[in-house]
């Protein structure tokens, strides 16, 4: 039996987390530069978050959640976004992972979301570690790049591979729990863009795992997660994969809808040397990129919501039946987030040419937005040719050329 734990504050609504997630906008832009300046999110926006209970949006309600959907949450990133973009990337990629801790068996819960249930942990799927079988568990040892918001976490998780067994079979990953005790940080982010995220590299030598806190992602292609047996709620039976896309998604149009205001702003007082006096908003073609560049993304908004109230849905429909989606829908919806992502990225560029020379200089927040979302785009998950041809293979009945088990 699980305890119910009761998050701080009581329940909220998820009106009420978007609120929250709006009110702190003038705050987080008025801290982006220090956010910069430190490589690592302000103890004071982590302060802030957890007063708002922005890491708990999609935390199990037994465990001290708010258990809300992935509508709620990427309409909270997308308000983080417009502020910091480096905070809201972390906030996200911790805040959302909680879902992932509700795939584990009822004991691995409990210990990680503890006797209060803040959980605050990076997830790392490149697999660059080895977990090696042990009485009980796995020593788990390796290297892992891009721990975003290790700093304010205390949690891990790594995604490792299960040496080869000796009857042939190949390699598999499994995805390791581990406390902040059990790894080193190495301060190796040293970037052009998110620099607030200080998505530095874990390193952990010789950690003992149990089996509760590795998950072989095989599996979930194989049954239900083991978490199903102790939640109810079909959103923690669902794939990964588009709830990761989706998270991507949120903060790239949280940026871009930033940018535009920045634009907004810029424009209303920004002269030019070459009709002196004449002010941005006055020019013609300042006016018409604005435009351009609010359509596409408000286009972009509406495709990443639409995407997961789709994904709600199908969830809501299908896991009662036993079923869940298929690779070829979850691959459309990759090529759909990605494809939000994309439009993102170039309407931030054109609004960062249109604002002028002198939005390339240190502190402004076009400048800011510009680099932070053509950082994101470099997202492996956001490889635009790579998602088209695997949709493609898939749609044309072909093998993916690639594909993580269980996402």
């Known amino acids: 039996m699980i305890a119910t734990i009761e998050p701080p504050g009581g329940q909220l609504s998820g009106p009420e987390l978007i609120a929250r997630a709006a009110a702190l906008v003038p705050i987080l832009r008025e801290r982006a530069n220090s956010c910069e300046d430190l490589r690592r999110v302000p103890d004071e926006t982590v302060r802030d978050f957890l007063e708002a209970g922005l890491y708990r949006i999609v935390q199990p309600r037994c465990f001290g959640g708010y258990e809300q959907g992935l509508p709620v949450m990427v309409r909270c990133m997308m308000e983080v976004a417009r502020g910091c973009p480096s905070s809201a990337w972390v906030l996200c990629l911790t805040a959302a992972h909680t879902w992932w801790a509700a795939l584990y068996p009822a004991e691995a819960q409990a210990e990680v979301f503890g006797d209060d249930g803040d959980l605050r942990f990076p997830l790392i799927f490149a697999p660059t570690g080895q977990a090696l079988p042990v009485d009980g568990g796995y020593r788990l040892d390796g290297t892992w790049n891009y721990a975003s918001g290790c700093d304010n976490s205390n949690w891990l998780g790594v995604n490792a591979l299960i040496p080869p067994a000796a009857d042939g079979r190949p390699p598999a990953p499994v995805m390791c729990l581990i406390r902040a005790d059990d790894y080193r940080v190495n301060d190796n982010w040293h970037v052009m863009g998110l620099r607030g995220t200080g998505s530095k590299q874990a390193v952990a030598e010789g950690v003992f795992v149990p089996e509760r806190r590795a998950l072989v992602l095989q599996t979930l292609d194989e049954a239900p997660p083991p978490g199903a047996a102790i939640h109810d709620n079909p959103f923690y039976r669902g794939p990964a994969g588009p709830i990761f896309f989706a998270e991507i998604a949120s903060i790239a149009v949280g940026i871009a809808k930033g940018a535009v205001e920045a634009f907004d702003a810029r424009a209303r007082v920004k002269t030019t040397p070459f009709k002196p006096g004449v002010l941005l908003f006055e020019s013609e073609a300042a006016r018409g990129r604005l435009a351009r560049a609010t359509a596409m993304v408000d286009a972009a908004e509406a495709m990443l919501l639409r995407q997961a109230e789709t994904y709600m849905e199908m969830l809501a429909t299908r896991v009662p039946a036993g079923q869940t989606l298929n690779l070829e ?34 502190g402004e927040p076009l400048q800011r937005y510009f680099r932070d979302i053509s950082a994101l785009r470099t997202h492996y998950l956001m490889d635009g040719d790579r998602v088209r041809d695997n949709w493609g293979r898939l749609n044309f009945g072909l093998e993916p050329s690639t594909r993580t088990p269980g996402v």
């Open 329 to 362: 829908e979850r691959a459309r919806m990759q090529l759909q987030l990605q494809h939000v992502v994309e439009e993102s990225g170039k309407a931030v560029e054109l609004l960062f040419v249109a604002g002028g020379t002198s939005a390339m200089n240190d």
